[in-house]
């Protein structure tokens, strides 16, 4: 896991740091020769180089500055631009056309606010430079939550190919569009204590943690998933969770559904189950009672894909979150069961069972929560956390899972593909198989860290196998499922000596 941290936090880490002994003129040297350095990388040598380094007035201007002067002794030729004195427009356009690297170091992580002034004009023309170095986070971008204000010509912010973090990843760099504009990114070791990190960029290494075996002596029902959903004209819903289920290692999934749902041949393997219901497709009470007889047969548990919002079928819902003696992972129509007082996910926390796991959009989101998400993607989903006592998982472009004791994580490896129907499905079905094999990983029930760390995992696995379809917009959901074992075979291998086929995504 790669620590994150928010600029609030990463200014505590410094001040610790320099509380320790460490003199800040010291960090500031680290990290402009962590600049120099990356930018001869990015070169490939500096001897003759063209190098135009634009500083601002902070700490980030100057760490420009000791790179500057770094890669001036190395042979570089730098042209310093101060966007408090900066060159006059005609200058800097010679200086940027002339250029083999552009470097930004105008303003870091604690920007807030939009470019102004000489500010504008270099991100104006910063398209001239052949390469963009970006110091800690790109000039323009928040660095708590990825917003950009202004309309600049590329949008308000700097628009980097590549961008050095220093100490830690700042959320701004894994939520859109600031992940977008700082292009590849690499951390630097500049020896700040980040003291205790709760926020944490989930990659294919910490996926690779998750269960992705199953036990020689193992039964199909091992690690069985149960998925409660469909209704009519939806019946495809619960069907895409369930072959992902399959895909994702679940040894045998049953949907269970109010409406006629019928085997196929892309899923034969799935078996189905009718509940009582109503003429018009909605559950009966009953259907609460009749599922919970047979849930101790399963690992785990997925209600809402294609349930519809009859009140009925509600009140089952909530019947069945409250007291389903497994993970339940909560999608779709069942989100709207539980608003607007989340008692019977109290009711569940309270008595000790396996986490739920909500898994909302932005509108699910405000359905649920009577409030918008804002544009800290963190500080939305943790809040929901605490207010549930459950595992928030809240879907868009930044992942961002939450746990109701603090830990939080962020998938950044999902792609604009993921916005396609039946995505969210497929999603809900990687993340119940995976909580089903826990506890034949551990021959014990799954803790919720346990529970916590296997969505993380499922929601890694999810991004990856969107981008292994290699279809961009044109994926279905059908199309990611097929790719799901090409991840998880991937995953096997990571951490060890061969050449893997999957890539480590920040």
């Not at 002794?73 to 552009?102: F, M, N």
């Not at 800690?136 to 928040?142: A, N, Y």
């Not at 292994?468 to 991937?490: F, Q």
Request: proline share 5%; glycine share 10%.
């Amino acid at each position: 896991m790669d620590p994150v941290l928010t600029p609030a936090a990463m200014r505590e880490a410094d001040r610790r740091t320099i509380a320790a002994g460490v003199d800040e003129n010291v960090l500031i040297d680290r990290a402009g020769r962590a600049v120099a350095w990356h930018a001869r990388t990015m070169l490939g040598g500096t001897y003759g180089r063209r190098v135009v380094v634009l500083c601002g007035k902070g700490n980030n201007g100057n760490d420009g500055r000791v790179a500057a002067r770094v890669l001036a002794r190395w042979g570089a030729r730098v042209t310093l631009c101060d966007v408090e004195s900066p060159l006059t427009v005609a200058q800097l356009q010679r200086a940027l056309d002339e250029c083999d690297l552009a470097i930004d170091a105008m303003y870091g992580s604690g920007f807030r606010g939009e470019l102004t002034g000489m500010a504008v004009t270099i991100d104006a023309e910063l398209y001239r430079a052949p390469k963009i170095l970006a110091v800690d986070i790109p000039s323009g971008v928040d660095g708590a939550t990825g917003e950009i204000r202004g309309a600049g010509l590329v949008g308000g912010a700097v628009l980097a190919h590549e961008t050095l973090a220093l100490a830690a990843l700042k959320p701004g760099l894994l939520f859109e569009p600031g992940r977008f504009h700082a292009g590849r990114v690499t951390v630097a070791d500049i020896g700040v204590d980040v003291g205790a990190v709760d926020i944490w960029n989930w990659t294919c290494v910490d996926a690779a943690l998750a269960p992705l075996e199953r036990w020689p002596q193992e039964h199909k029902w091992s690690s069985a998933v149960l998925v409660v959903g469909g209704s009519k004209g939806m019946s495809g819903a619960p069907l895409l969770a369930a072959r992902a289920a399959q895909r994702s290692g679940s040894g045998m999934v049953v949907v269970a559904s109010p409406h006629q749902c019928e085997s196929t041949s892309w899923a034969p393997e799935v078996v189905f189950r009718s509940v009582p219901a109503a003429p018009d497709g909605a559950m009966l009470d009953n259907a609460a009672e009749e599922l919970l007889n047979d849930i101790g047969r399963f690992s785990a548990l997925v209600v809402g894909p294609g349930l519809g919002r009859m009140r009925s079928s509600q009140r089952v819902v909530r019947s069945i979150v409250a007291t389903a003696p497994i993970p339940v992972v909560i999608d779709a129509d069942a989100l709207h069961a539980l608003s607007p007082d989340f008692a019977e996910l109290r009711i569940r926390s309270n008595a000790g069972l396996p986490p739920a796991i909500l898994t909302p959009h932005a509108g699910e989101y405000r359905a649920l929560s009577g409030r918008e998400i804002g544009s800290d993607r963190i500080e939305a989903a943790r809040w929901l956390a605490v207010e549930t006592q459950s595992i928030v998982l809240l879907k868009g472009p930044g992942t961002v899972i939450a746990s109701p004791h603090g830990f939080t994580a962020v998938v950044a490896n999902g792609g604009s593909e993921l916005a396609t129907a039946g995505s969210g499905d497929a999603l809900c079905g990687i993340i119940s198989a995976m909580c089903a094999q826990l506890g034949t990983a551990t021959a014990s029930p799954a803790s919720a860290d346990d529970v916590v760390m296997a969505v993380a995992s499922a929601v890694w696995v999810h991004g990856d196998a969107a981008q292994r379809t290699r279809l961009g917009p044109s994926m279905t959901a059908s199309d990611l499922i097929e790719t799901i074992p090409a991840t998880l075979h991937a995953l096997r291998f990571v951490g060890q000596t061969v050449s893997l086929p999957c890539e480590a995504n920040q």
